[in-house]
T-cell receptor
């Protein structure tokens, strides 16, 4: 059974204080790993897809990296508008279902 | 381009009542799905469809029905609402099935069953 675990559950940062979010996964064959951002009262919004170990993707202050067992979402010099819940997910072997982690709630204070 | 549209945004039901949550997408996406999101449980897949006329069960299908008569629409039916179905429901679509296409989510329906 595919499993996805995210840590920490919640993270409080001061504006400008860089940090990383972790997504550990167990799948029989990795078809890809997705990162999403979810704002309160909204649906998740797609950020990145990573396909193979060593791959990196960047968007503004966010950089996602992937190893064979986990993915990291690095946040450099965060701003209050980066406050959100960040979710990672992996597809099953058939590619017709996504398993989501529980998410990391990020709060950035000015 | 509206993306994925869900209606209603909020709904209160009494135990035993039935209702349909509507979902429509205007992106000609092949894949559509329904998730529920509960505190401490994350997003869990209820049902999904890989094309018109084709549906299948996800992780938590009991108490829910779906159908897909058109590419655009994927309604979720609650047959006899129970308090355990109190949750936020998200519809999501993807261009292709296969895990390569990211999901596009609607903004959810918040359902309370009393």
């Amino acid at each position: 059974e595919d499993q996805v675990t995210q840590s920490p559950e919640a993270l409080r940062l001061q504006e400008g204080e860089s940090s990383s979010l972790n997504c550990s996964y167990t799948v029989s064959g990795l078809r890809g790993l997705f990162w999403y951002r979810q704002d309160p009262g909204k649906g998740p919004e797609f950020l990145f897809t990573l396909y193979s170990a060593g791959e990196e993707k960047e968007k503004e202050r966010l950089k996602a990296t992937l190893t064979k067992k986990e993915s990291f979402l690095h946040i450099t010099a965060p701003k209050p508008e980066d406050s959100a819940t960040y979710l990672c997910a992996v597809p099953n072997n058939a590619g017709n279902m996504l398993t989501f982690g529980g998410g990391t709630r990020l709060m950035v204070k000015p | 381009n509206a993306g994925v549209t869900q209606t209603p945004k909020f709904q209160v039901l009494k135990t035993g009542q039935s209702m349909t949550l509507q979902c429509a997408q205007d992106m000609n996406h092949e894949y559509m799905s329904w998730y529920r999101q509960d505190p401490g449980m994350g997003l869990r897949l209820i049902h999904y469809s890989v094309g018109a006329g084709i549906t299948d069960q996800g992780e938590v299908p009991n108490g829910y029905n779906v159908s897909r008569s058109t590419t655009e629409d994927f309604p979720l039916r609650l047959l006899s609402a129970a308090p355990s179905q109190t949750s936020v429901y998200f519809c999501a679509s993807a261009r292709f099935t296969g895990g390569d296409s990211p999901l596009h989510f609607g903004n959810g329906t918040r359902l309370t069953v009393t």
